[in-house]
Structure formats: structure tokens, C-alpha cells
């Protein structure tokens, strides 16, 4: 098993991507703290996963909260060997027309929450840890309506760089794993407020055009991608961004949507 002996922290681990890293985190070996801001579907998580995991209910955006958090998580961890900042929220913000409130409430979570979530986490950090942001392919595809979510991506890949420096001297591996369109009950949700189940349909066949390999990614493999960046796998990787997207950023002319 890769992770033996480890202790990792997944933000965002009751659901999606979080959910599925947790559950192979625990298959290899470790042991997993979860965070969630919705009680019932951490509770429910928790019970998934069994005895090597813990929930905690905190809002990352939270500075009291996120205090509170990692003082119980020092009590009941001592220490980390892998952080996998995950938790973050879309939301459209169509230039021209867009709430201002939701656009900061997306920046405060995805960028400045992901960021103060490492800072608090440094100091238990052992030396020769990991660290793993959840990037987007929207920061490079420049989806419509997307201004705020595509910003808050792109920071992280630029924040992630300035980390790995920061803790280089004591040998902790900074890292960035980005997914494309990724089976999720986010994504699900997202959609299900506008669309009928037949336009669902087919805005799913469409997405899946625009990818070469012709179709959405499973949270799984998002979380076997983070896995290796969490591992002695990975030993020698540092300050990158690995592109877990079907090919949509390195080869879109490959997509049925876009032969000519």
C-alpha cells in the first residue's frame, strides 16, 4: 500500500472528488480527516469510509471556524504527511450582470480559502509532506460566464508555485491536479436548476464532443491522479499542474466538436 502509516487531510472530502480520494487514500493505507459544510452528507461520508476517517463540519472560508477546526484536528491528528485542498464552489458571473456577493464568495473560497487552509496546516506538516490543490481547465478554456471560478483556478496554480518555494527547504512537494468535466454531484446540480433531464442529455453529449477521449472523467480518476502526486510515487515532482482532462487543454483539435 502507497500511503501506510499516513495521515492526510482532504477539505471537501463528503462528496465528489473528495469523496472518491478519500475512500483510495484509506484503501492504501491512511488515515483521513474530511472537512464538508453540509452535516448530513459529512455524516454520511464518514460512515462510508469507516474507522479510518473523521468529519468535521467547517466552512474553509471561515476564519473562526477554520481556527477552531485545525485546534480539534491537532488533538486528534498530532500531525499531517498530505493535505488535498479540494473544497470549493462554482457559480456563473457573466461580465456585465453579475452579483458581486457571489463573485467574492467564490474568490473567498476557492483562492483565499485554499490558501489560509494551507497556512494553518503548515505547522503540522511533517517534514517531506504533500500538498495537492484542485485546479480547473477553466482557468485556461475561458468558459463564458465563468470570469470568477476560471480566476480563482488560475490563482491557485500561481499561489501553488510561490508555496512549493515556501517550503522547500523542508523538502514539502507542492502540486496542482486539474480536472476537465468530471462526474460530480456539483456538476449535476449546477445543471439540474436550469436544464430538463432530455437538455441535460444532451449537454452532456455535447461536452463529451469537446473532449478527445469523448467523454466525462470519473471522480475516480481524479483521485488516483492525486494519489500519485501524494505518494513517494511522485518523490521527485514538485510545482506542477498535471492536466487530468481527456485532452482537452493539450489536444483539442482531437475532439469530434472540433474536426475538420
Do not use: C
Request: net charge negative; glycine share 12%; hydrophobic share 45%.
Amino acid at each position: 500500500m502507497k500511503l501506510t502509516g499516513k495521515k492526510a487531510l482532504i477539505t471537501g472530502g463528503n462528496s465528489g472528488i473528495g469523496l472518491a480520494t478519500a475512500k483510495l487514500f484509506i484503501q492504501e493505507g491512511a488515515e483521513v480527516a474530511i472537512t464538508g459544510r453540509d452535516e448530513k452528507t459529512l455524516a454520511s461520508a464518514v460512515a462510508e469510509l469507516g474507522s479510518n476517517a473523521k468529519g468535521y463540519r467547517v466552512d474553509v472560508a471561515d476564519a473562526v471556524g477554520r481556527k477552531a477546526f485545525f485546534d480539534e484536528l491537532t488533538k486528534d491528528f498530532g500531525g499531517l504527511d498530505i493535505v488535498f485542498v479540494n473544497a470549493g464552489l462554482s457559480g456563473v458571473t457573466p461580465t456585465g450582470a453579475t452579483d458581486e456577493a457571489v463573485f467574492e464568495e467564490i474568490i473567498q473560497v476557492n483562492l483565499s480559502g485554499a490558501f489560509f487552509t494551507v497556512d494553518a496546516a503548515a505547522p503540522l506538516l511533517r517534514d517531506g509532506a504533500a500538498i495537492i490543490f484542485n485546479g480547473s481547465v477553466h482557468s485556461y478554456t475561458g468558459q463564458p460566464g465563468s470570469a470568477a471560478y476560471a480566476a480563482s483556478k488560475g490563482g491557485l496554480r500561481s499561489m501553488a508555485n510561490a508555496i512549493a518555494s515556501d517550503l522547500a527547504p523542508r523538502g514539502i512537494r507542492v502540486n496542482v491536479v486539474s480536472p476537465g468535466p468530471i462526474k460530480t454531484p456539483i456538476w449535476r446540480r449546477g445543471l439540474s436548476s436550469a436544464l430538463s433531464d432530455e437538455q441535460r442529455a444532451e449537454r452532456i453529449k455535447l461536452i463529451s464532443s469537446m473532449v478527445p477521449l469523448g467523454r466525462f472523467g470519473e471522480t475516480e480518476e481524479i483521485a488516483k491522479a492525486v494519489l500519485f502526486l501524494a505518494s513517494d510515487d511522485s518523490s521527485y515532482v514538485n510545482a506542477i499542474e498535471l492536466m487530468v482532462d481527456g485532452g482537452i487543454t493539450g489536444a483539442p483539435l482531437g475532439a469530434e466538436h472540433n474536426r475538420f
